[in-house]
């Protein structure tokens, strides 16, 4: 898991060989101007979202993780706290859909932080992450999902 602000997203490019598009539309975007939905990517190993989500208590949160992308999550509107865990140590998965590429876990969350406008969070496929954890009742959010190396289109 990587957070960091997007003035520093540039810094990660080298990670993955999609990143260094994913980053600049990071960098470039006016998201609070975009509207709601999946937004046109000329890379077709990335794949944003544009969003108001409901918000929820740290109880009610639990830890998603996925096989085949890593995200880059955004708040746009307000805070929004994470929980993360390492994925191999949880013990109490609900079951993988193929469809979705997520699952769930029935586990607590390891470590809490907040992110802000203006910052952003890089989960990779081993990192667990419980987000849209927060007060307001909701948060409009950018979600990169990013192919993994494993399962990229050439």
């Known amino acids: 898991m990587i957070t960091d602000t997007i003035a520093n997203a540039g810094r990660y490019a080298a990670l993955h060989p999609d990143f260094a598009d994913a980053l600049a539309l990071l960098q470039t975007l006016d998201f609070a101007a975009l509207p709601d939905g999946q937004i046109p990517c000329d890379n077709p190993n990335i794949r944003l979202f544009v969003g108001s989500e409901p918000m929820r208590t740290r109880e009610a949160a639990k ?14 509107s307000g805070s929004e706290t994470y929980g993360w865990a390492e994925k191999g140590r949880l013990k109490n998965g609900l079951g993988y859909d193929t469809q979705r590429d997520i699952e769930f876990f029935d586990d607590e969350a390891e470590t809490w932080f907040e ?19 927060g007060s307001e009742t909701f948060i409009r959010k950018a979600v990169f999902k990013i192919r993994t190396a494993e399962t990229r289109i050439e």
């Open 115 to 133: 992110l802000k406008p203006g910052e952003f969070a890089l989960f990779f496929p081993n990192d667990a992450h419980a987000p849209l954890v």
């Open 63 to 76: 830890p998603e993780a996925h096989l085949h992308h890593i995200d880059i999550q955004v708040p746009i």
